[in-house]
Each structure stands twice: as C-alpha cells, then as structure tokens.
C-alpha cells in the first residue's frame, strides 16, 4: 500500500512531461490559462463609396451628401437628388426635406453595405410643414424626434443642416405631428461633431426656440 503511494504521483510526474513532449514535437504551445485574443476584426470600412456613376447629377439633381449609421457613429455619403425646385421658399424647404428623408428611408446601396452603412430611419416616417404657430422654417415630422431611435434622429438632424431643408442654415427646427393647438413646442437641432460621433446625444441635443 505504501509503495503505491508513493508510486502514483511519479506516475503522473512522467505522463505529464510525455504530453508536454508531444505537443512540442508538434509545434503546439500549451498555454495554462486562457488567452482573450480580443473581437474579431470588423469588416466595416465605413469609407464612402463613390456616387453611382449612373446616378450623376444632371437637369433637375445635385449631389447631396446623405447620413448613415456606421460603427456607432453616424457620417456622410454622397447621393444624387432631385433639387427640390428652383427657387428658395417654403415649398421648396419642404420638398427638399421630403427627397432627403426619402433617401434616408431607402436600403443602402450595396457599395455602401459592403462599407458597413446602414439607416435606422423608420420607412413609414412622413414629413410635413410648420403647423399653426410655428416659425417658418419649421419641419414636422410623423412621429415625436424623441420618440425616434437616436441614430434615427442624429442622422435626419446631419442630413437636412445646410441644405435647402433647413433654409442653408447650421441648424434645423424639428417638432413632432400638428395637433390641436399646434402639438408640442418644436425643437432647434445642431449637427454638432459630438453628435455625429455620439448619435445618442440626439436625445437631449434639441434647444426651445427664443
């Protein structure tokens, strides 16, 4: 009894060294803990892919740079859209945010997949005017801007900011739909470079208005 003792731990000594020799002769590195080797690499670009050559701007269309959602950031790519009329005015302002947020509704193309670019912007979301007691250059949207997922939100902000949408201004004024009475208060939106980068910022980042 006693020799079995003191024989089993050498037993084991010697099986251990054995196993350590054959993953050496195999070219194999036992590791004793495990090794957290990080996620895997992400595929997404999130380069922009040239405008489609048979989209070119031409009677009636202008390159316009449109906000996608990629690697937690939201940023541009190029579009080619209608204009949105010919002169500056309200009707204007509205059409141009109504071909904007069409393309913000569409399936990226699939160079823009392929780069990792995707839209949050609901496909029933609809745009309209100021309603009764607004200022002029008010866009109302379908649904609340804070009832709308942040991405959502922070890329219609980016996409309309400069453009004919929001009067060439840095800024947009967004509310939800017109009720009786003229619903809630609309808000003032700021394509800020913390809310590109940080699109749930989108949440809090409407001002009131003067």
């Known amino acids: 009894m006693s020799t079995t003792r003191r024989t089993a731990p050498g037993l084991r000594a010697a099986a251990a060294a054995l196993a350590a020799l054959a993953l050496g002769g195999c070219g194999i590195r036992s590791t004793p803990v495990p090794v957290d ?11 922009a892919p040239a405008a489609e050559e048979e ?41 141009t945010a109504r071909e904007l947020l069409d393309e913000l509704r569409e399936n990226p193309s699939r160079a823009e997949r392929e780069a990792g ?22 866009l109302r949207l379908s649904r609340d801007p804070g009832g709308l997922p942040s ?15 929001a009067g060439q201004e840095e800024s947009v004024v967004l509310g939800g739909p017109a009720r009786d009475g003229g619903g809630d208060p609309p808000l003032r939106y700021s394509c800020t470079e ?17």
């Open 55 to 95: 989209r070119r701007p031409g009677d009636g269309t202008v390159r316009a740079d449109v906000f996608l959602v990629c690697g937690g950031a939201v940023s541009a790519v190029e579009r080619t859209v209608p204009l949105g009329g010919s002169e500056p005015g309200p009707d204007t302002r509205l059409e």
């Open 117 to 138: 670019f995707g839209s949050s912007v609901p496909g029933e979301l609809e745009i309209d005017g100021p309603g009764d007691g607004d200022p002029g250059g008010t």
């Open 37 to 47: 080797a990080g996620p895997a690499p992400s595929r997404a670009s999130c380069a």
């Open 151 to 165: 991405f959502a939100l922070a890329q219609i902000v980016c996409t309309f900011t400069g453009t004919a949408a």
């Open 194 to 210: 913390a809310l590109r980068g940080s699109p749930e910022a989108a949440k809090t980042a409407g001002t009131p208005l003067p």
